[in-house]
């Protein structure tokens, strides 16, 4: 699949903000919803926006939208650590 055609795919898969969209302020009263990936620190209220089923497959999603390998690292391990992946 392109990079095109996974970036399409990765837009219909995340579009909505079920369970609350990440952001980096508090809304309200609703507690926080978002990553840290200041210096690669392992964040509890990652949400799984792309619904990755891997590290792997999270990995490459970053990849194809320009995360920087950091921030990338830190969110798939953040998501990878909520989700029990193996």
Not at 9 to 18: D, H, P
Not at 42 to 71: M, Q
């Amino acid at each position: 699949m392109s990079d095109t055609a996974k970036l399409a795919k990765l837009e219909r898969e995340t579009g909505s903000c079920v369970g609350g969209c990440q952001s980096s302020f508090k809304t309200a009263n609703a507690p926080w919803v978002g990553c840290n990936a200041t210096g690669g620190v392992y964040s509890p209220t990652c949400r799984n926006v792309g619904n990755y089923k891997s590290y792997d497959e999270c990995k490459e999603a970053g990849r194809v939208t320009g995360w920087r390998s950091g921030e990338t690292m830190a969110y798939c391990s953040s998501v990878a650590l909520a989700a029990g992946w193996r």
